[in-house]
């Protein structure tokens, strides 16, 4: 849960997940940054697939682009 008055993240959940923006798709990404999928719909697929591991229990930190 965010708490949107103080900034704080309270992660009280089985697991925590991290992961960086995906670029669902986006193609360029795909290219540039030597990603081993033949097709972008693929990357997307493997990438949902990846996140299938997430329980409902779990707490999913999406970063976006802050690195």
Same mark, same amino acid.
């Given at each position: 849960?965010?708490?949107?008055?103080?900034?704080?993240? @309270?992660?009280? =959940? =089985?697991?925590? +997940?991290?992961?960086?923006?995906?670029?669902?798709?986006?193609?360029?990404?795909?290219?540039?940054?030597?990603?081993?999928?033949? @097709? #972008?719909? =693929?990357?997307?697929?493997?990438? +949902?697939?990846?996140?299938?591991? #997430?329980?409902?229990?779990?707490?999913?930190?999406?970063?976006?682009?802050?690195?």
């Amino acid at each position: 849960m965010i708490d949107t008055t103080t900034q704080r993240i @309270s992660l009280h =959940e =089985e697991r925590t +997940w991290f992961i960086a923006d995906p670029h669902f798709g986006h193609d360029a990404i795909r290219r540039h940054c030597h990603r081993p999928f033949p @097709s #972008v719909e =693929e990357m997307d697929a493997t990438i +949902w697939k990846n996140l299938e591991r #997430v329980g409902v229990k779990d707490t999913l930190v999406v970063l976006g682009d802050l690195t």
